[in-house]
């Protein structure tokens, strides 16, 4: 399972490396990432200090750290 997250955790960060401050929404379309999967992926950026999570309304923001 660890695998599954570090593979998704990095598919997220070459994302916004690519595009900047992007709404999970729209990394879910752009990647193709399950919804678990990509939830997981985030805590386990937060948690290495890699993204912020910026929230606007209902709206969650990443951007790398």
């Not at 193709?32 to 386990?44: T, V």
């Not at 200090?49 to 709206?59: H, L, N, P, S, Y």
């Amino acid at each position: 399972m660890s695998d599954v997250i570090g593979e998704s955790a990095g598919v997220i960060w070459k994302f916004l490396a690519e595009n900047g401050e992007s709404s999970v929404s729209k990394i879910a379309t752009e990647t193709g990432l399950g919804k678990n999967d990509l939830q997981r992926a985030i805590g386990w950026l937060a948690r290495e200090e890699k993204v912020q999570i910026i929230a606007k309304g209902r709206t969650e923001t990443l951007l790398l750290l």
